[in-house]
């Protein structure tokens, strides 16, 4: 996301974020943001909310039509529309935001209904009465990766298989298939297997090599020594790959698979760059924290102490708790104990994880033993 610096009204952290990031009118709260990435449509489903103004360039049918005018047929008008948010989707598979609300009194045709449809590249105005600590962790997050790499992920054995697109927050599905003894070649007779075999792994390059224009990495993860074949076919295919496809084992394949190989950390170096691996690899940390040592800790009361006590390395919280305000306090809070703050998407495998935990947690940089007292956070 990026914009104009604001005027030097704005003071703190907010200005420090604002000047490199957006533009906010001391005023009247409007943001001005841009769109630059798949991830920013993530933070920005998360940033919006009902009762948040937005604007954006839309089109929209002629509402001036005469009222026997097919829909289909009326010009549609490209426009520059605000709305106050009523609801917010973000659709992760197909990198979309809609944003649906009454269109607001700036408008000729105030009242009515109207869906912002929003993609990278897009510019949006957001008004909201204050930014909370938890909107400026989501602001600070886009500043830091500005610019993300993408990195192509495949898990297959020969009975399934799973091509997924990392780019920060933003997990695209490209190919699944379930094969079933290779797939549609797997209806040949037996005497065929061999064939099978080769008109699979086909499919699946026809799937990987196109992709590899965009990627600046690739792992190839499995069970048995599938995975090894399809990487020694994929460097045959394409050549300039050689030496940089990474190559993990897992005990699943497809998406089962490719969890598997988030959560053990193996593939983090190469998927660095992704906070999806990012999200997986810390909360197995975490698991992992709380078997021993006392080098984490779980839900608002033990991790409220441990970040008053500056213990905390890391701050864990569940995206659906953002609107919480002990739980904004306690982002704030953990800010200003210079801690890092990691907000995990629900409807990953980490979230799922996460949410078992109460939705908060920490890693710790030291061990830290609370108090028994329910003191409540804030």
């Known amino acids: 996301m990026s914009g104009i610096p604001p005027p030097n009204k704005v003071g703190g952290f907010l200005r420090e974020v604002i000047v490199k990031l957006l533009f906010q009118d001391p005023h009247t709260g409007v943001l001005r943001l841009k769109v630059q990435t798949p991830s920013d449509l993530w933070r920005l ?129 490209v190919d699944e298939r379930d094969s079933r003894g290779l797939g549609k070649y797997g209806r040949t007779r037996a005497s065929g297997r061999e064939k099978d075999r080769e008109g699979y792994v086909e499919e699946l390059l026809q799937v990987l090599v196109p992709e590899l224009a965009r990627a600046q990495g690739v792992v190839v993860s499995g069970p048995g020594f599938f995975k090894e074949e399809l990487a020694r076919r994929l460097v045959e295919r394409s050549p300039e790959w050689k030496g940089r496809i990474r190559v993990f084992g897992t005990s699943e394949s497809g998406l089962p698979g490719i969890h598997e190989l988030l959560r053990s950390g193996k593939a983090e170096e190469a998927l660095s760059a992704s906070v999806v691996a990012r999200e997986e690899a810390t909360v197995e ?56 703050v990691l907000i995990v998407r629900s409807d990953g495998e980490a979230g799922r994880r996460l949410r078992g935990l109460g939705g908060v947690a920490a890693l710790l940089r030291y061990p830290f033993l609370p108090s028994r007292s329910k003191e409540p956070p804030g």
């Open 45 to 173: 489903s998360r940033l919006v909310l009902p009762g948040d103004r937005m604007g954006a360039v839309t089109t929209r049918r002629d509402s001036e039509a005469p009222s026997d005018t097919p829909a289909a047929q009326r010009d549609r008008r490209t426009l520059f529309l605000t709305l106050r948010v009523e609801r917010v989707e973000f659709h992760e598979f197909t990198g979309h935001v809609r944003v649906t609300g009454p269109i607001t009194e700036e408008s000729p045709e105030a009242g009515r209904y109207h869906t912002l449809d929003l993609e990278v590249g897009a510019d949006v105005t957001i008004t909201k009465s204050a930014l909370s600590p938890s909107d400026r962790t989501l602001l600070e997050e886009g500043l830091r990766n500005p610019e993300e790499p993408v990195l192509l992920l495949a898990s297959a054995d020969t009975s399934s298989s799973a091509v997924v697109r990392l780019k920060g927050r933003s997990v695209e599905l």
């Open 285 to 340: 940390r975490l698991l992992r924290s709380l078997g021993g040592g006392g080098m984490g800790a779980v839900g608002d009361h033990e991790v409220f102490q441990a970040v008053r006590a500056s213990a905390v390395e890391t701050l864990l919280v569940l995206e659906d708790r953002l609107t919480e305000r002990p739980v904004q306090d306690l982002v704030e809070s953990a800010h200003q104990a210079q801690s890092g």
